[in-house]
């Protein structure tokens, strides 16, 4: 009986003119955008320049901001007002206000005062490039002070030497740790909306009118439903992990075969939810907005974008019952630290009772009654 | 008219009846902006760090200290050895150890010359960064007032002003990106599924045939939607100004003319996916993986677009909501006028001319 059900489902999937491309398809093109686009790191700040002083000094000091790479000199304003219209105009994002007479005070009154306002709307962006700019403009007052101090040699500066080191990912790739986690993504979108839009089309098509007077039980039915997204999981993992290691050069540290284990255990989930929802909904409208609206907070929530420990703690509480967090980390100890089985039970065990909850609940809620 | 009445009542009948996805399409607004505003920041915050420091002098104990009153950094392990580094990262708990050189004040102010090492741990890259730089910031503040204090000439002090949002809120930053997502999905998505659904049940026929002309059945499923959006755009502009505290620096009135354009923009383009797709399932498809990842990703909704490669940035100047997004920043947050944001404004409203043309071309198409 199950081999005739899946037969038809095999075959539905196969002449919609759109799921057998989008499964190949879709993919490569998020594991082939998304790491290049989904990076939070700030490469060149346009930077808008207004030197009142016009000093060899002051001169001096914009050629080492703009030679930092961290800033693309884009504006010289005349004055300030011109300086916030070319930040309103995104022209700008950090100004530099060189004071006039700011090389004679230095000589003179011994120190001399920049402005730097950095456009703020995102935080982040704001505060580190204004960190960086500072940062700059200290090692230009170090070597300022060396420069005229030393020869003297009647004081000594304290000077703390900061060496900093990253450990597991020392050039700072941000991609190394983005791909593991979107191939995650990727099952969960496909994985996860395909069941959910399944048995409400048949419901919306009528054919569930017929599907309900065959002897085809409950159990035989949700099985029929589950193994071929179970299948077309696979395939889409096989296929990620074929893009990640010909365009990343990336391969798993640990085994190929704990990550097999998982994806297998988390697909199964993943399904039954999806069917869950799809025994509960109408229409396929239906279906999708309310999978809309788990997967969207699923995913915020996942740690895939920002790291779960900086989430508040209520919001980490409910992170517990998120799938996609623990498959998530799986994904990325196992990619980058090369753990075993042994030091994921933990996970193993949240996504087992994921997948046996949500398909016990899948085939005890679907009626052959309508 | 009176017909369009009907037919625009006959869409409310569709949505009121369905009551789920109408507390969905009202309901993700609120979500959104609570998971945002409240449990999805980027902001480095109370990361817990370990100190190695074998002289604990008064240096080190001020830095430390200052690192641990710092809204960035939690003192969580002292460390007897430089050695048990190794193991304090395995967990993950731990984001980075500070380890000072021996005898650090002491070689500071004899020699100049003292060491402190950052390690952090890097497996995500941006946190990693950030907290190095944090660090490199608090440290660097102390050496400044070394030098205050020890007269030190020829000093050169900058001063940071951060322009409209002095406390780095991640808030003001994703409230338009939010907006435009939704905006977005409900026009986009909604509409598109709305006609092909009437398409797929075989009740479009019976539409076709009614006296209305076919372009005032497509234009009353739009209605709703319409409508529906700008409950959401108010929702999302009280909770923003009320719950969060983001205030709306410039003219109210030219925002919600902007929305109203962003709007009509989503919706031709929800009418150009339905007359593309015969099934519900494709438009989803369609409208999910064309419009709605494009947007998340390239509308610099979450990630700056500066720093993507060409190739994206590039691309990125065909998603609507890159420019509605970058006029709500503008309009919003920074207080400007409508003048500074004029030419996304021009190609807003081309990118809507073209939208609906070759829908409407591709609508009589269909039709024979």
């Given at each position: 009986m199950l081999k005739y059900l899946l037969e038809k489902e095999f075959k539905q999937i196969r002449r919609n003119p759109f799921l057998p491309r989008m499964i190949l398809v879709f993919p490569f093109m998020v594991l082939l955008v998304f790491p290049w686009a989904a990076n939070f790191e700030i490469r060149s700040l346009n930077l808008c320049v207004i030197d009142n002083d016009h000093s060899t000094l002051s001169g001096q000091m914009i050629r080492k901001v703009s030679s930092s790479?961290?800033?693309?000199?884009?504006v010289v304003a005349g004055n300030y007002r011109q300086a916030l219209s070319s930040v309103e105009k995104n022209k700008a994002d950090i100004i530099l206000e060189i004071p006039a007479h700011f090389e004679r005070d230095l000589t003179r009154d011994q120190a001399s005062k920049l402005m730097i306002s950095a456009n703020a709307v995102n935080g982040t962006t704001g505060g580190l490039g204004s960190y960086y700019l500072s940062g700059i403009i200290q090692n230009f007052s170090a070597d300022f002070q060396k420069k005229w101090l030393q020869p003297a040699g009647n004081a000594t500066i304290p000077v703390i030497e900061m060496v900093s080191s990253y450990r597991f990912n020392p050039h700072l790739n941000y991609r190394i740790y983005m791909v593991p986690a979107l191939m995650v993504m990727l099952l969960t979108m496909i994985c996860g909306f395909l069941p959910a839009l399944n048995i409400v089309g048949e419901k919306e098509a009528g054919t569930m009118e017929q599907m309900n007077v065959t002897p085809v039980t409950r159990l035989t039915f949700i099985f029929s439903k589950l193994l071929p997204y179970w299948i077309i999981g696979f395939i889409v993992i096989t296929i990620s992990f074929g893009v990640a290691w010909m365009i990343y050069g990336l391969t798993p540290a640990g085994s190929l075969l704990t990550v097999y284990l998982f994806a297998a255990i988390y697909i199964l989930g993943l399904s039954g939810f999806g069917l869950v929802i799809s025994n509960y909904s109408e229409t396929m409208q239906q279906a999708m907005f309310v999978m809309y609206f788990f997967i969207i907070i699923l995913i915020l929530m996942s740690?895939?974008?920002?790291?779960?420990?900086?989430?508040?703690e209520w919001a980490q509480w409910i992170t517990a019952f998120n799938p996609l967090k623990y498959f998530m980390q799986v994904m990325r100890l196992v990619y980058l630290k090369g753990s075993g089985i042994s030091e994921l039970t933990n996970q193993l065990m949240a996504l087992s009772a994921f997948a046996l909850f949500f398909n016990s609940w899948a085939v005890l809620n679907y009626r052959k009654t309508t | 008219m009176k017909q369009f009445t009907t037919f625009v009542k006959k869409e409310f009948y569709h949505i009121f009846r369905d009551k789920r996805t109408m507390m969905i399409l009202l309901g993700i607004p609120v979500i959104q902006i609570i998971l945002f505003g409240f449990a999805i920041t980027t902001e480095v915050k109370n990361s817990r760090i370990a100190v190695y420091d074998p002289s604990k002098d008064e240096a080190t104990r001020t830095i430390i200290e200052r690192l641990d009153n710092s809204r960035y950094f939690d003192v969580a392990v002292y460390m007897d050895h430089p050695s048990e580094t190794d193991n304090i990262f395995?967990?993950?708990?731990?984001s980075m150890a500070v380890i000072f050189s021996e005898g650090f004040m002491e070689n500071l102010m004899h020699t100049g010359h003292a060491q402190v090492l950052l390690l952090t741990d890097a497996t995500e890259a941006n946190t990693a960064t950030a907290i190095t730089n944090y660090a490199t910031a608090i440290i660097g503040d102390y050496q400044q007032e070394l030098l205050l204090l020890q007269k030190i000439p020829f000093r050169i002090i900058p001063e940071i002003k951060l322009l409209y949002n002095p406390q780095m809120k991640g808030a003001y930053n994703f409230v338009p990106g939010v907006l435009g997502m939704i905006l977005m999905l409900i026009c986009a998505l909604m509409t598109s599924i709305a006609i092909v659904r009437e398409k797929e049940t075989g009740t479009m026929e019976v539409l076709l045939v009614s006296p209305m002309k076919p372009i005032f059945i497509i234009l009353a499923k739009a209605v709703p939607y319409f409508l529906i959006s700008c409950i959401n755009l108010t929702t999302v502009l009280v909770l923003s100004v009320?719950?969060?505290?983001?205030?709306?620096?410039?003219s109210l009135w030219w925002l919600i003319l902007v929305s109203l354009l962003f709007i009509f923009v989503s919706l031709s383009l929800g009418l150009l996916i339905s007359t593309v797709t015969n099934t519900q399932l494709a438009a989803m498809l369609v409208a999910g993986m064309m419009f709605i990842l494009p947007v998340v990703l390239l509308s610099g909704m979450m990630f700056p677009v500066e720093n993507m490669p060409d190739v994206l940035q590039w691309l990125s100047n065909i998603v609507p909501a890159k420019w509605y997004i970058i006029m709500m920043k503008s309009l919003m947050i920074k207080g400007a006028g409508i003048s500074s944001v004029l030419r996304e404004v021009i190609i807003l409203t081309i990118m809507a001319v073209f939208i609906i043309a070759l829908s409407l071309k591709n609508f009589k198409n269909r039709l024979e």
């Open positions: 790479g961290y800033f693309k000199l884009t740690g895939l974008f920002t790291p779960v420990q900086s989430m508040p | 395995k967990d993950g708990s731990i009320f719950v969060l505290d983001v205030p709306v620096a410039g």
